[in-house]
Nanobody, 123 residues
Framework: QVQLVESGGGLVQGGGSLRLSCVASGFRVDDYATGWFRQAPGKEREGVAC????????YYANSVRGRFTMSRDNAKNTVYLQIDSLKPEDTAVYYC????????????????WGQGTQVTVSP
């Protein structure tokens, strides 16, 4: 049974940093493509970062490139999202996702989702 559990969200002041974690079970994070998405109130869920299973190569949305860093720890079967220089517009629920077949930043390409973790950035 595939399961993803996110943690690490919270309330942070603008300019600060957070590291989100996503613990996976039922599969290996180096066997599946993984991604991070976010959904702000009233907006669609958007992909912000993704990672290839084979070599760990990462790709980022233009809106976050240079501030977000995705990584993984195979031994802990966990993927991370380091968020630096937080802005109020980063406020959203952040979701971890996994795909056995695809990858990238398209929501429809992922079969498995976590429950999300709230990130709130104050001005």
């Amino acid at each position: 049974q595939v399961q993803l559990v996110e943690s690490g969200g919270g309330l942070v002041q603008g300019g600060g940093s957070l590291r989100l974690s996503c613990v996976a079970s039922g599969f290996r994070v180096d066997d599946y493509a993984t991604g991070w998405f976010r959904q702000a109130p009233g907006k669609e869920r958007e992909g912000v970062a993704c990672m290839s299973p084979s070599d760990g190569a990462t790709y980022y949305a233009n809106s976050v490139r240079g501030r977000f860093t995705m990584s993984r720890d195979n031994a802990k079967n966990t993927v991370y999202l380091q968020i630096d220089s937080l802005k109020p517009e980063d406020t959203a629920v952040y979701y971890c996702a996994a795909s056995h077949y695809y990858g990238g930043l398209r929501r429809q390409d992922y079969e498995y989702w976590g429950q999300g973790t709230q990130v709130t950035v104050s001005p």
